[in-house]
């Protein structure tokens, strides 16, 4: 019987946000763990959480590289390596723990070596423990609500740049940058221009022991600075101009219009 390749989500950074179900799994002596890295010489931020939660790594574990690249061909080579890493293990029998830091699901390498598992073998399963990701965590540090009643949010790699973030500016209440890294210096001089400083905040290695937030006009500070890869943008925009509400879960006094008959 062919084991199963699971992602285990494990929060953000601190080991009191990996949930019931991944530390179950993260008990187990039976399964194989492996985490990525960037390289051999980049310690894995996966990892790192785990050992600080605490936990011991079984007899058989090991570290994954996933070049940070765009470069199709290099990260395929790397996706098919990582495959071919773990496949003698899941053709034994045994189960593979992929460590993914935040939600497995979310922007996780973890799609991409399971889909390159699967396609080198049909029969192995694949299953995801859900966790907690880095913008509702960050959220939660601010504090600032995520989403409230019918707010709307886009969440986003900064990677579009400025002129498509700009672009989702009349729709969204609250957007999430993601990979702002290269562009943190442009998106700090549009949070100015657009007079969006006082509900912004920057969010660095959230729940690590080294986390660093700046909220309202301190993002000015970081312009020029140097930032970790591990780092987003909550931006609330309060100018917003909202369209009115088709119909929502909240009861109304009167009845509420039919779309047909408004039309
Ligand atoms: C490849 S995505 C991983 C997302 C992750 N799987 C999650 O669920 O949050 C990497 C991006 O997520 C954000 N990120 C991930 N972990 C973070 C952390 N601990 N603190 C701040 N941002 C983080 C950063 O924007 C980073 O560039």
Redesign the pocket.
Known sequence: MTGTLYGISLG??DPGLITRAAWAQLQRRDAVWVYPARSGKTPSYAFDIVQRAGLEPPAEHALLLFPMTHDGEKLARAWLRAAETVLPWLRAGRDVLFL?????S???TFGHLARTVRALDAQVGVKIIA?V???TA?CAEVPVPFAEQDDTVAIVPAAYGVSAVDRLLPDFDTLVL????PLLDELIDWLERRDLLAGAHF??????PDERRFSGRDILALRGTKVS????LIVKHPHRIRGERIKGCLKKSGPLPLLEESA
């Open positions: 953000p950074g993914v830091e935040g939600d497995a979310t922007y996780a966790g990701n880095a913008f960050a993601m990979k702002v890294k969010i660095e290695r959230v729940g690590a890869y591990l780092s987003l």
